[in-house]
């Protein structure tokens, strides 16, 4: 637990660099911003860059360490049956510790960017959401349990910079209703593959299922059941949270395909963001 504390400068790296690409872009964005007539301010638009970029790094990452990971060949999307053989919380292969730190400074920087004035404030729901997570992630680092917590993460990931590149889209393309459709619903086809599908057929089956008879009776009775109805609880709730932001995904695709085209005013993507917030 104690190598955490480096999330804490990660997180710091996090806002420096995003302090510093907000000073860097304001100029030209707002530039950018009258130029084409774009309406919304150029806070929200650094902020969905930022997430895109961030977002597609994180999701690669954590690709690249499921694919070539050598701790990886039996705990994939098809294959979990060793994510939990040989767990150990003091020993932690280097690139999965890395990989977890810098993901744990990230939901951190999350949590704080519009503490320190560097990001737009997320919904109390969203922030729950970042709470969870963080909460999920560092209990699975501090019981061991890190294989299948790259699993996890390469499963979230996947639609995170999707979701912020079709707001992107709608707000420097609101005129070009096709790409806004285009954006959405590659979001929207991901989102329910990976959020609504791959997240209880893999992860949430392999933490019920798996865990239990990949320990030995004397660990289960130990600390491992504990760690069984945190991790699984957290994941649920976690589910729960996805199923729910499905309602207002489906009711954007519909109020668009019943109007044909996707206009500015139409496909506020924020009414299906995790921030469940509409813009003004």
């Known amino acids: 637990m104690w190598t955490l504390k480096f999330s804490a400068w990660i997180a710091l790296g996090f806002l420096g660099a ?3 690409a907000n000073r860097a872009t304001a100029g030209r964005l707002e530039a950018y911003r009258a130029k084409r007539g774009i309406k919304v301010s150029v806070d ?12 597609a790094v994180l999701s690669a990452l954590s690709g690249c360490l499921l694919a070539y990971g050598p701790t990886f060949a039996r705990c994939n999307l098809f294959d ?22 810098t993901e744990v400074g990230w939901y951190l920087s999350l949590i704080l960017k519009s503490v320190v004035g560097v990001g737009r404030f997320d919904s109390f729901v969203m922030e729950f959401h970042h709470v969870v997570t963080l909460a999920l992630v560092i209990w699975s680092y501090a019981t061991g349990f890190t294989r299948v917590g790259v699993l996890t993460f390469f499963v979230f990931n996947q639609s995170n910079p ?18 806004n459709l285009i954006a959405f619903l590659a979001f929207t086809a991901v989102y329910f593959v990976s959020r609504i599908v791959l997240l ?36 649920l709730a976690l589910w729960a949270l996805n199923v729910w932001w499905l ?34």
């Open 162 to 179: 999707l979701l912020h590149l079709s707001k992107l889209v709608n707000y420097t393309l609101g005129a070009e209703g096709s790409l």
């Open 44 to 55: 929200k638009l650094q902020e969905e860059i930022w997430l895109v970029a961030c977002g």
């Open 18 to 20: 995003r302090a510093l």
């Open 200 to 235: 209880p057929a893999v992860v949430i089956r392999s933490t019920l299922l798996d865990l239990p008879g990949a320990v030995t009776p004397e660990e289960w009775s130990g600390a491992v059941v504990y760690t069984w109805y945190t991790t699984n609880a957290l994941l």
């Open 247 to 280: 309602g207002p995904i489906v009711r954007v695709i519909a109020r668009s395909a019943a109007r044909k085209e996707v206009k500015d005013d139409v496909i506020t993507v924020e009414d299906a963001s995790p921030a469940g917030k509409k813009e003004s």
């Open 80 to 101: 979990t049956s060793e994510c939990y053989s040989g767990f150990s919380s003091s020993d932690v292969p280097q690139e999965i510790a890395l990989y977890y730190l």
